[in-house]
């Protein structure tokens, strides 16, 4: 019979993780944490500005292709913002914290001024009008022969006439360094990885696109060794998750991004300490048998 756990922290059921997207991939190699907290435990993360931002131009990139080509214009696109913005708020009502204090609706004015200043920007870096993509926001998911479930989100994806695919990605940031730029392109190389394990196609193209700073277009040409290399390097990762799972040992990692976690009240690295772990830690053989002695029974 199987039990259902709860979280102490959250009050909601918890469970062993059953995949991998490209976000929790990450999350466990910046901070095994930092997974823990978000997969498992569940913690609630109050809406951040610049994420928020980054949904809805993303959310105002995708519609603006429901449009005639001729029709893709900044203009067009500006005007999705606020209609955009109002059925995020809708669908989240929880978004409104982001502007407490914001009588006159400045605050949010110049929140949704800097969103405009990135769409305007997408412009500079693509030409809509000649862009046909034949999913936008496609959901993907294959599981690999050892059974590990890969799935995500890719923002657009194109073909060409001739039958070559291309994956797009929109960041809102700015474009990393030379040092991070293989980083920031692993989740597209994870996304190539689960269209070729689910199509069978080896995307020709992979596309970052960063709307933030100068703007930029970081593109690579993936071949079946680069995704042989991705899927061993998760099957590999996803077997340390498991470890962590089965042990409840999920260190705290300091880097450069702990000045921005939600968490660190949880984070011992912080002084914190993690809510009591919610799930049935693996018994051992001395567990299983406290007096050593294999002949031993219980009563």
Not at 36 to 43: K, Q, S, Y
Not at 94 to 110: K, N, Y
Not at 165 to 171: E, G, M, N, T
Not at 230 to 240: D, F, G, N, T
Request: glycine share 8%; hydrophobic share 35%; charged share 25%.
């Amino acid at each position: 019979m199987q039990h259902t756990e709860t979280s102490s922290a959250t009050g909601r059921p918890a469970a062993p993780p059953t995949g991998l997207s490209p976000s929790r991939a990450g999350d466990f190699l910046t901070c095994p944490l930092l997974y823990r907290l978000r997969v498992i435990d569940r913690l609630p993360e109050p809406p951040s500005s610049a994420a928020t931002r980054g949904t809805l131009v993303h959310a105002v990139l995708e519609r603006l292709f429901d449009s005639p080509a001729a029709e893709r214009t900044p203009e067009r696109a500006l005007g999705l913002l606020r209609p955009q913005w109002e059925r995020l708020l809708g669908e989240r009502p929880e978004l409104g914290s982001l502007f407490p204090d914001d009588p006159d609706g400045a605050a949010l004015t110049r929140w949704l001024a800097d969103a405009e200043k990135l769409v305007g920007q997408w412009f500079r870096l693509e030409d809509p009008t000649r862009l046909h993509p034949v999913e936008r926001e496609l959901y993907v998911e294959t599981a690999l022969e050892s059974g590990l479930l890969l799935r995500g989100y890719i923002d657009r994806v194109d073909v060409a006439p001739t039958g070559e695919v291309r994956l797009v990605d929109y960041k809102t940031g700015r474009a990393p360094s030379r040092d991070f730029e293989g980083k920031a392109m692993f989740q597209m190389k994870f996304y190539a990885l689960v269209v070729w394990r689910w199509k069978g196609v080896i995307p020709k193209r992979l596309q970052l696109v960063y709307l933030g700073g100068g703007g930029d277009v970081v593109s690579y040409d993936p071949d079946q060794a680069d995704l042989l290399a991705v899927e061993r390097k998760l099957q590999a990762l996803w077997e340390r998750i498991s470890q962590a799972v089965a042990t409840g040992d999920f260190p705290a990692t300091r880097n450069r991004l702990c000045d921005w976690c939600d968490h660190q009240a949880s984070c011992p690295e912080f002084g914190g300490t993690p809510p009591p772990y919610p799930l049935p830690l693996a018994r051992t053989s001395d567990e299983s048998d406290p007096t050593g002695d294999p002949m031993s029974k219980e009563s």
